[in-house]
């Protein structure tokens, strides 16, 4: 089973670069690695994916080591309107169709 | 391009009354299909998966129940609700686990009276 630990939370201000570390000791060589940022009362919403060594978008990179036993996914320059909480997500190794999410990150943005 | 669709968007129930929560999806073939409920301020967790007609696996033993009686749509229901089946239902589709991630749905708020 494929779990993943994130911390429970951040703290940063507006105009710093947010690092979001993922750890999934357990990840099966065909999943990918999956981020997705949540507002109170909506479905999660997809960031950014990757299966190892960086990726980079219009609103975040990835950087997955080379064992890719973690993940981190950095926000540059993050707003108020960032406040969120991020899930990291792996998918299940043993029964390739489970989707289990971990706790995710509550990111707090302060002006 | 692919579109899901959850109806409603809330529900009131009282304890003990059934559930029908609908999802379904448009523009794909054969996706594997999920619902997860979000209790308040907590995580997502899986209830059932998916992969095709008539296939449904659960994840979390409990009076919920899930159909999938075509291939683009995926059904949650109960004969009795409980208090402890309020939350936050939400629906996801995905062509397939660890590639694509899953893509939600608006979610279903449903509070138990």
């Known amino acids: 089973l494929a779990k993943t630990t994130q911390p429970i939370s951040m703290d940063s201000y507006e105009g710093q670069e947010v690092n979001i570390t993922c750890s999934h000791n357990?990840?099966?060589?065909?999943?990918?690695i999956t981020w997705y940022q949540q507002f109170p009362s909506q479905g999660p919403r997809f960031i950014i994916q990757g299966y190892k060594t960086k990726v980079t978008n219009e609103v975040a990179s990835l950087f997955i080591p080379a064992d890719r036993k973690s993940s981190t996914l950095s926000l540059p320059r993050v707003s108020l309107s960032d406040t969120a909480v991020y899930y990291c997500?792996?998918?299940?190794?043993?029964?390739?169709?489970?989707?289990?999410f971990g706790t995710g990150t509550l990111l707090a943005v302060q002006p | 391009s692919q579109t899901i669709h959850q109806w409603p968007a809330t529900l009131v129930q009282p304890v003990g009354s059934p559930l029908s929560l609908e999802c379904t999806v448009e523009g794909t073939s054969n996706p594997n299909l999920y619902w997860y409920r979000q209790a308040a301020g907590r995580g997502l967790q899986l209830l059932f998966y998916?992969?095709?007609?008539?296939?449904i696996s659960s994840e979390v033993p409990q009076n919920l129940s899930a159909s999938r009686p075509q291939d683009r749509q995926f059904i949650l229901s109960s004969k009795k609700l409980l208090l402890s089946d309020s939350g936050f239902y939400l629906c996801a589709w995905s062509l397939s686990a660890g590639r694509g991630g899953p893509v939600f749905g608006p979610g279903t708020r449903l509070t138990v009276t």
């Open positions: 998916s992969v095709g007609i008539g296939q």
């Open positions: 357990n990840i099966a060589t065909n999943d990918y």
């Open positions: 997500l792996v998918g299940e190794g043993g029964a390739t169709n489970k989707l289990i």
